[in-house]
């Protein structure tokens, strides 16, 4: 079946860096979009930046844009995402998702496919 599995969470000072991996088995993964999202407590889960399947397109939500980078490894199935100048209010659980039709701004209802999430929580 189809696995996506995250990791390079952590706690973090404000004005650190982290990169998050998503790693992905059991589907074809040069076939699918993906997509980072997060969801703080109390908040509903929100699109961060997301990657077409062959890495040409990306797009990144207001409050990341400048500071996170999406990239794609296909022959490694694995997605990336660099965050760096993180602030407390970036903290959050994040999640990697694929799904198949590109969409700038893709919505969490279009993803096909979820992983299990990995937290990130940044000091200040």
């Known amino acids: 079946q189809v696995q996506l599995v995250e990791s390079g969470g952590g706690l973090v000072r404000g004005g650190d860096s982290l990169k998050l991996s998503c790693a992905a088995s059991?589907?074809?993964?040069?076939?699918?979009?993906m997509a980072w999202f997060r969801q703080a407590p109390g908040k509903e889960r929100e699109f961060v930046a997301g990657i077409s399947r062959s890495g040409t397109n990306t797009a990144y939500a207001d409050s990341v844009k400048g500071r996170f980078t999406i990239s794609r490894d296909n022959a490694k199935s694995t997605v990336y995402l660099q965050m760096n100048s993180l602030k407390p209010e970036d903290t959050a659980v994040y999640y990697c998702g694929s799904h198949t039709r590109w969409i700038q701004y893709v919505s969490r209802f279009d993803i096909t496919y979820w992983g299990q999430g990995t937290q990130v929580t940044v000091s200040s």
């Open positions: 059991g589907h074809t993964f040069s076939n699918y979009d």
